[in-house]
């Protein structure tokens, strides 16, 4: 019995780390990003919330070296997708808002769920990004891919009012 506890667990465990969401906050927009099942993701995950100045790159991308490094497993992905979160060496984070070919090669951090209007919302210089667990709160006002939430705070308790549902925030002190 214990044996299949710890086998259910691993599990469990393993799916939730497959599934790592994050925010990609960019000015008044926010991304959905979904971090590898790796130690690279998990590793970046250790660092959030985490902001930034991103260094514009190539027409292409935008980088950012960390104080720290993190695991690597390069590989050749022969083509970069708008979205994609890579790791350059083991300190650059790059995030690509164009889609190319390349000969280099990376460590997958993660993507963007659905990178439209990553590429406008980054513009053609340096720029501010905030990383942060799915489960942090934005800041008021921020949209979620061109698609705004309210905040609604009643009796005390916290909503959030997203493309038509409304989810209840718990153990969160509402001001």
């Known amino acids: 019995?214990?044996?299949?506890?710890?086998?259910?667990f691993a599990l469990s465990?393993?799916?939730?780390m497959a599934q790592t969401p994050i925010n990609i906050i960019i000015g008044s927009k926010a991304f959905s990003a979904t971090l590898a099942d790796s130690e690279t993701g998990e590793a970046f995950a250790a660092l959030l919330p985490l902001s930034v100045t991103m260094n514009e790159l190539?027409?292409?991308?935008?980088?950012?070296?960390?104080?720290?490094?993190?695991?690597?497993?390069?590989?050749?992905p022969g083509t970069i997708h708008a979205g994609d979160l890579m790791l350059?060496?083991?300190?650059?984070?790059?995030?690509f808002y164009e889609t190319f070919n390349t000969s280099y090669s990376y460590t997958r951090i993660g993507a963007?769920?659905?990178?439209?209007?990553?590429?406008?919302?980054?513009?053609?210089?340096n720029v501010s990004v905030r990383f942060e667990k799915e489960q942090t709160i934005a800041s008021e006002g921020v949209q979620r891919n061109n698609v705004p939430s309210t905040k609604i705070i009643k009796n005390g308790a916290l909503f959030i009012q997203h493309q038509g549902a409304t989810y209840t925030i718990q153990g969160v002190n509402a001001k």
Do not use: W
């Open 1 to 8: 019995m214990k044996r299949l506890f710890i086998l259910v």
């Open 13 to 16: 465990t393993m799916t939730l």
């Open 58 to 76: 190539n027409g292409n991308e935008k980088y950012h070296y960390l104080s720290t490094s993190l695991p690597t497993a390069a590989y050749q």
């Open 88 to 95: 350059y060496g083991n300190n650059c984070v790059v995030l």
């Open 112 to 125: 963007i769920d659905d990178p439209s209007g990553l590429a406008v919302a980054l513009g053609s210089g």
